[in-house]
């Protein structure tokens, strides 16, 4: 570990020695998150160097490493993985005024084949040290407390408001209820409610590159909204990039283990706690899935229940519709894809006619009875309706087909037919049942 951090430092450092300018860009470094400006922003806290007194942004930290180890020769290892950068820095100024450096910090001397005026030594300042081992654990407890105490927060919260980024409809309350709108209605999901924190923020920036005409998923630029919104449509490309790092901050599980993102956590090897485990699952809980009524935000954990709420409360009789047409499961399935994408678009399946709102729609439908009002069979029944309205539709994963899908078929006269073999016209006329039916029909006569 001590020899790969060297290692690791010494390429670095080695970048610095044969550079002949200084507009060069440090590996371990991370860009600024707001990059463009060199003055100090307003009201942004700053962070002293860790020898002298010049001071730099928070979020200009990579210009004080920079600065650190062209004017002084510290190299600070796995900077990235420091929990509170401000805080580590103030610690080590302190403590540097107290000891000399080389108590703290191994020293890497480079160019050393060069005569000695030429080498020159730098100072590693890293977590194998216990003391630095010690302060990055201390400042990732702390941090993980406050961001525990800021999604608790924000789970009670409910003072929230927010707009949704795709059909601008505003929403009061918890921020949960905008989240699962956005899941349910725009299959944008961006993860459970519980699994995030500073949500204000992580809207702001996601709404900041709609704004600026960038996809979300890909992150490319785009000449006006249709175009778009067409192509984020089109590509399915209604989710974040998982891969832009810009996001970790905004999930919990990120800040969970020193050093570790959630892509590390997440693949964790579980054998050894299962070695320990027994084969007890008694105290297993699922959690009930619910499914959502095809007309408004009314859930249920049951088919049966659900189907009795659309009944009662918008005369949709799921089940008797299924016995009535004879329908088998694959056609329940594309009746109910067809259903909602006809609500999704605020569309009457009955009359045809759009509204504004699915509020509207769902009066006018209640008030002209056009629920029970389905069209022709050939409207709905058709190939493209196999394909979910919603990717996260729990609906169509609870319907049943515990009547024979054959029964279905044979009510519908759907059974399939397998006809004779022709390859072989003239044996096909020596044995073919026809010719005893012929036989005895003469003998008959």
């Known amino acids: 570990m001590v020899l790969s951090g060297f290692l690791r430092s010494l390429r670095y450092l080695m970048t610095i020695w044969y550079e002949d300018t200084k507009d060069y860009i440090l590996e371990p470094l991370s860009l600024p998150e707001s990059p463009g400006g060199t003055t100090s922003l307003e009201g942004s806290p700053s962070v002293p160097c860790i020898f002298c007194e010049e001071h730099f942004p928070v979020v200009e930290q990579d210009k004080l490493l920079k600065h650190m180890i062209i004017e002084h020769k510290i190299v600070i290892a796995d900077v990235k993985l420091v929990a509170d950068f401000r805080r580590y820095i103030l610690y080590w100024r302190k403590r540097f005024t107290e000891q000399p450096i080389t108590d703290f910090c191994s020293v890497i001397r480079i160019n050393c084949t060069a005569p000695s005026e030429e080498q020159d030594n730098y100072f590693l300042l890293c977590d194998v040290l216990p003391e630095d081992r010690i302060l990055r654990e201390e400042l990732q407890k702390q941090r993980l407390k406050e961001i525990l105490e800021q999604q608790q927060q924000e789970r009670n919260d409910n003072s929230f408001h927010g707009i949704c980024m795709f059909c601008n409809e505003e929403f009061l309350g918890n921020r949960s209820v905008l989240l699962n709108h956005m899941a349910r209605e725009h299959a944008f999901n961006i993860g459970l409610p519980d699994n995030i924190v500073n949500c204000n923020e992580f809207l702001c920036t ?122 088998n499961f694959y056609q329940q399935v594309k009746l109910v894809n067809f259903i909602r994408r006809q609500i999704h678009q605020c569309r009457c399946y009955g009359c045809q006619e759009k509204f504004r709102s699915k509020a509207d729609l769902r009066t006018h439908m209640e008030e002209a009875k056009h629920t029970a009002l389905l069209p022709e069979k050939q409207i709905w029944d058709q190939p493209q309706y196999y394909f979910p309205t919603y990717e996260n539709d729990t609906l169509l994963c609870t319907l049943s087909d515990s009547e024979s899908d054959l029964t279905a078929q044979e009510q519908n006269g759907n059974i399939a037919i397998i006809s004779e073999d022709t390859s072989k016209l003239h044996a096909l006329k020596q044995s073919s049942i026809l010719n005893q039916l012929l036989l005895h029909e003469s003998l008959k006569n």
């Open 206 to 327: 996601l709404q900041k590159k709609l704004d600026n005409l960038q996809c979300l998923y890909c992150e490319k630029t785009f000449r006006d909204k249709n175009t778009l919104k067409d192509h984020m449509r089109k590509k399915q490309h209604r989710r974040i990039n998982p891969k832009n790092r810009e996001y970790d901050r905004f999930y919990v599980i990120n800040y969970l283990e020193l050093g570790k993102s959630w892509e590390e956590v997440q693949l964790e090897d579980d054998r050894e706690l299962l070695e320990h485990q027994e084969d007890d699952w008694s105290d297993w809980e699922e959690h009930p899935v619910s499914a959502v009524c095809l007309f408004c935000e009314k859930q249920a954990e049951t088919i049966e229940k659900l189907c009795v709420h659309m009944e009662d409360a918008h005369e949709f009789d799921l089940l008797k519709i299924k016995s009535e047409l004879g329908l």
